[in-house]
């Protein structure tokens, strides 16, 4: 019998190292579940294939969040990678390819399925991977979602440093917009926002495009993100702090078949970036925030 179940659950044999039998991959149908590399934290095997089909209840979707991350690293990740899918078999809509030493972005489905898949080549390996994934309701339309500042309408915490990435579903984009800004007042020398001050990247790192940083009583435009996940970050010094800020966003989808930043189809000179496109409230949304004490 325990032969029988292991044809059943064993998807990751290694063809060409028989001594070696790693159990990876499966069906998961659970509300939530943790996934990771065959082996770890040890170093995953050779000629690694493992899938692992996800299926949460219909209407769900599917959120998969990356703890730790480490493949052998090469341009393109022809040699080992995670490629996720989103739906049940890899004909559907790629979500991403990834190899090397840095954690993959949250994903969220547009379903209820989504496939994971990790392929090892014959050499060379790393720790693998761990990650979990959860399912949740996707959003009833033309909500509006809030952030506040730590604290908020109170004032805020000193030296601290705060993180809000929001991540639609792929395909969605984010409207953000700032109804309260009370922060410590630029430095009045240099004009800049050098003791606190809000920042948004066009991303989920602050690595990405800054869209800009603000203090004081500054009222930040609309914002509008390239693609589908936008970056909050709030920093505070040693001393003074305000009431803080409150924020809301919007999801939305474009009328046209352009992606985010790319043309309008025949209309060259026009990109797909204006707020009027905005038209289809998001399947799903992740928001996940943390903060720290500052530098
Ligand atoms: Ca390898
Ligand atoms: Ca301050």
Not at 35 to 54: K, L, R
Not at 81 to 94: E, I, K, M, N, S
Request: proline share 6%; hydrophobic share 35%.
């Amino acid at each position: 019998q325990l032969a029988l179940q292991l044809m059943f659950t064993c998807f990751c044999i290694s063809v060409f190292l028989p001594s070696v039998l790693d159990m990876c991959g499966g069906v998961l149908t659970g509300l939530s579940g943790v996934i990771s590399s065959p082996g770890y934290p040890h170093e995953y095997s050779n000629n690694a294939d493992c899938s692992w089909a996800i299926r949460v209840s219909n209407n769900s979707v599917v959120t998969l969040v990356f703890l730790d991350f480490q493949l052998e690293n090469n341009e393109g990740c022809h040699f080992d990678f995670v490629a996720l899918f989103d739906g049940p078999t890899v004909t559907h809509r790629h979500l991403g390819k990834y190899c090397g030493a840095e954690r993959p972005p949250n994903t969220v489905t547009s379903s209820n399925h989504l496939l994971v898949m990790f392929k090892s080549d014959f050499n060379i390996g790393g720790r693998g991977f761990k990650a979990y994934y959860y399912s949740e309701r996707p959003q009833t339309r033309h909500k509006k979602y809030h952030l506040y500042s730590p604290h908020f309408p109170n004032i805020y915490p000193n030296n601290i440093n705060c993180h809000w990435s929001v991540t639609l579903a792929a395909g969605y984009r984010i409207k953000l917009f700032f109804p309260v800004m009370d922060l410590e007042d630029r430095n009045g020398l240099s004009d800049e926002c050098a003791y606190d001050s809000v920042a948004v990247y066009d991303g989920d790192t602050q690595a990405d495009a800054l869209l800009g940083r603000w203090c004081g009583r500054d009222q930040p435009p609309f914002l509008v993100s390239k693609g589908n996940k936008l970056l909050v970050v709030l920093s505070t010094d040693r001393n003074e702090a305000h009431r803080g800020f409150t924020a809301s966003y919007l999801g939305g989808k474009f009328l046209t078949s352009a992606g985010p930043g790319e043309h309008l189809p025949g209309r060259p000179n026009l990109c797909s970036s204006v707020d009027g496109h905005l038209i289809q409230d998001p399947r799903s949304v992740c928001q996940l925030w943390y903060c720290r004490p500052g530098d």
